[in-house]
């Protein structure tokens, strides 16, 4: 048998203590998969003294990531710390610079950092592995990277944060508010104590950043993605919502249009019958739409420490199994230098249906006027009615509308006429509509 393939380990967390675990408990198994067996010869973590229920005999400790990544007769240096900055960036530099292989779990340095640390990859021959950073144990990146090759893909888009999809599925189901559904999700380990990275759609925006870059081909803009939380999605959408047929999931979506390629992030109504309006509670989703395949859809865990480390196993078996001084994968599917410019189309020219909500004092002339502001728009209406399923305060009514497809420049005049009028009694509620391919 060839020699062993020696892992450094930096951060021990969750998924890193997964990962260790896993690679004790199947050495064996592995070894004769992978042909050569797995040691983990190095570690690394914040605090030394931790119980972490990993057994860490003949392990060499660093007391950091870069000395780790520096010093350490290794061969994968394996970064499950998390950060965009510092150790991170630094100890995943240094291991490359050293034509070192690196596997991480880490989207918010790839989202920041990923066309450099490719391009560092490159040079020195090595595997920069990150098949955990999106959608956790889904297998995406291989999917689009390598199994979807040659294929031109039009549009990807997912549910990539089980704290989100796990609010909404909670207050969809039970009728609770979005607080109480935090609450909840805090509670039962689903979400952290400051939960606004999640909620605030930026854990998505990161995995979306990654995702377009490969299924695009273009150099990774993680700052041109157009952001919406789900933090102001009240119990009143996702009702009115059911009640027209639609469920309301934090999507992240690419699409390839005409004016660029469209990166957002919002809330999103898909139609019920879709398969990815049936994704619920923690687990995420990705859907590939491609001229050759088709629609491909995965399902699966996005998160926890066994998910994402059979992920990061995957990773690491890869390198296990390549040859030395093999031709190696490109990290982002294409050279480098070969990644095109990201040209980003605005979020006004994003042409789509539109869920609009409003609460405006109940008196006559104000349906008219509302319907006036939409046709002066151009904007065609599929329905408007009254929604009168929850009792309103008094002297207000809930008026719903939804849209044919149209584009967000229109829907944001009409709303800004709206607001002129004098009727509205609070803040409108506007949100964009994804059609599946499957519906
Ligand atoms: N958890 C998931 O479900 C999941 C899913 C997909 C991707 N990921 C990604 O996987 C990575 C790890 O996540 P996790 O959930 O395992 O995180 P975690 O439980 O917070 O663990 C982080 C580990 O890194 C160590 N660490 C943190 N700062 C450090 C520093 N400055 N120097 C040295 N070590 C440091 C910590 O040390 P101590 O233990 O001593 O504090 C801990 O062992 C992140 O990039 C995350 O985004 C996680």
């Known amino acids: 048998m060839a020699d062993a393939l020696k892992l450094g380990v930096a951060g021990l967390g969750t998924v890193g203590a997964s990962l260790m675990r896993i690679l004790t408990e199947r050495r064996e198994s592995l070894a004769t998969t992978c042909g050569r067996p797995i040691e983990v010869v190095a570690v690394t973590a914040r605090s030394r003294g931790k119980d972490r229920g990993i057994a860490l005999d003949g392990i060499t400790w660093y007391d950091d990531a870069a000395t780790l990544a520096r010093e350490?007769?290794?061969?994968v240096f394996v970064e499950l710390m998390g950060g965009a900055e510092d150790p991170a960036?630094?100890?995943?530099?240094?291991?490359?610079?050293?034509?070192?292989?690196?596997?991480?779990a880490n989207k918010a340095l790839l989202a920041a950092h990923g066309m450099e640390l490719a391009a560092l990859a490159e040079e020195q021959g090595a595997l920069l592995n990150y098949e955990a950073a999106v959608a956790g144990g889904i297998p995406v990146i291989k999917a689009i990277r390598e199994s979807m090759t040659g294929n031109t893909i039009s549009r990807v888009y997912g549910i990539m944060n089980g704290t989100c999809n796990y609010i909404l599925t909670r207050m969809e189901k039970e009728g609770l508010t979005f607080d109480a559904c935090?609450?909840?999700?805090?509670?039962?380990?689903?979400?952290?104590a400051?939960?606004?990275?999640?909620?605030?759609?930026n854990d998505t925006a990161h995995k979306l950043a990654i995702l377009t870059s490969l299924a695009f081909g273009t150099a990774i803009a993680p700052d041109d993605i157009y952001l919406e939380g789900i933090?102001?999605?009240?119990?009143?959408?996702?009702?009115?919502?059911?009640?027209?047929?639609?469920?309301?999931?934090l999507l992240g979506v690419a699409q390839r249009t005409e004016s660029g390629i469209e990166q957002r992030v919002h809330p999103t109504m898909v139609p019920i019958a879709s398969v990815i309006a049936q994704v619920d509670g923690v687990t995420n989703a990705v859907a590939i739409e491609a001229d050759i395949l088709g629609e491909l859809l995965m399902?699966?865990?996005?998160?926890?420490g066994n998910a994402t480390a059979s992920a990061v196993l995957g990773d690491i078996a890869d390198i296990a199994k390549s040859r030395p001084g093999a031709q190696r994968v490109p990290a982002f599917g294409r050279p480098t230098d070969a990644l095109l410019p990201y040209r980003r189309a605005q979020i006004q020219n994003h042409e789509g249906g539109y869920f609009i909500r409003l609460k405006v004092q109940d008196r006559t002339g104000v349906f008219a006027s509302i319907a006036t502001a939409m046709a002066a728009n151009g904007i065609s209406l599929e329905s408007i009615m009254q929604h009168s399923k929850k009792p309103v305060e008094e002297g207000a009514q809930t008026i719903i509308l939804v849209t044919h497809a149209t584009h967000e420049e229109s829907v944001r005049k009409a709303v800004g006429v709206i607001r002129g009028e004098g009727y509205l009694m609070g803040e409108p509620q506007v949100i964009r509509i994804e059609r599946p391919k499957d519906v």
């Open 89 to 104: 960036y630094s100890a995943v530099k240094i291991a490359l610079g050293r034509g070192l292989h690196v596997v991480t």
């Open 72 to 75: 350490a007769e290794i061969d």
């Open 299 to 304: 399902v699966g865990p996005g998160a926890g």
């Open 194 to 201: 400051d939960p606004t990275f999640d909620i605030e759609g």
């Open 231 to 249: 933090s102001n999605i009240s119990i009143e959408d996702i009702q009115a919502a059911a009640d027209l047929g639609y469920r309301i999931k």
């Open 182 to 192: 935090l609450k909840e999700a805090q509670r039962l380990g689903y979400a952290e």
